[in-house]
């Protein structure tokens, strides 16, 4: 799977052209999903949050409006209702997953219970574009700093697991005045291993293991 780990998504044109680049073609030619799980665990999230990202209504957090050739909705905590093989093959057939930002820990969960998680590294063409909460979920760790709630049974900050770095996203943002530099270096202490501080404008692609940071802002690596 080819991830492009955002803070608040198509955000600007260098983060586009490096999606048009995962995707080897066109965004009009391409088929995308929409996951939007993570805003229901969030507690300053609401049903609207919800559905300004599948509608394509939120022009903060640019992901579903880009003009994609075809977009669906995939509710997580709906599949372990439905069977393995009829899901799976709808994600198969997607070019590209996009997940929205809230809870990363609350988004691990069900990635866990429905599945999803087993079946993302056999996924080797489908690119991942995750938005804030969507782009933590691939760490190690979320760190206690982000923790809202934590998942049923486990008590613990660990995401996925799926690249060694934990992400600080909505760095210096205007309106989360906690999400300052400062912040981001006693989180990254904490964390204990590689971690990334990254603003609105920043994006992280991860291809085969390689990491490149594309940016039109600020971001700050930890190497742990």
């Given at each position: ?29 391409s088929?995308?999903l929409?996951?939007p ?9 609401s ?20 003009g ?12 372990p ?17 996009l ?17 999803l ?20 979920v691939?760490?190690?760790r979320?760190?206690?700093?982000f ?23 909505h760095?210096?943002?205007p ?15 904490d ?23 594309v940016?039109?802002g ?5 190497p742990?």
């Amino acid at each position: 799977m080819k991830l492009l780990l955002t803070s608040a998504g198509i955000h600007n044109p260098s983060i586009r052209e490096a999606l048009v680049g995962l995707l080897g073609k066109p965004i009009a030619d391409s088929h995308a999903l929409c996951i939007p799980t993570a805003g229901y665990g969030h507690p300053m999230m609401s049903p609207l949050h919800s559905w300004r990202f599948v509608s394509g209504q939120e022009a903060r957090c640019p992901m579903t409006e880009l003009g994609w050739k075809s977009i669906g909705l995939l509710e997580l905590t709906a599949l372990p209702t439905s069977s393995r093989e009829r899901w799976t093959s709808w994600v198969r057939e997607a070019d590209v997953l996009l997940v929205n930002g809230g809870d990363a820990l609350y988004l691990a969960y069900w990635m866990r219970q429905s599945g999803l998680a087993d079946l993302l590294p056999a996924l080797e063409r489908t690119v991942w574009v995750g938005l804030s909460a969507g782009s933590m979920v691939m760490a190690p760790r979320v760190g206690d700093f982000f923790i809202e709630a934590r998942p049923p049974l486990t008590g613990e900050d660990r995401a996925l697991g799926l690249v060694d770095f934990s992400i600080f996203p909505h760095l210096a943002h205007p309106d989360l005045p906690d999400n300052s530099m400062a912040n981001a270096e006693r989180w990254a202490a904490d964390i204990g291993g590689p971690a990334y501080a990254i603003d609105d404008e920043t994006a992280i692609e991860v291809v085969d293991g390689r990491v490149r940071v594309v940016s039109e802002g600020a971001w700050k690596y930890f190497p742990g």
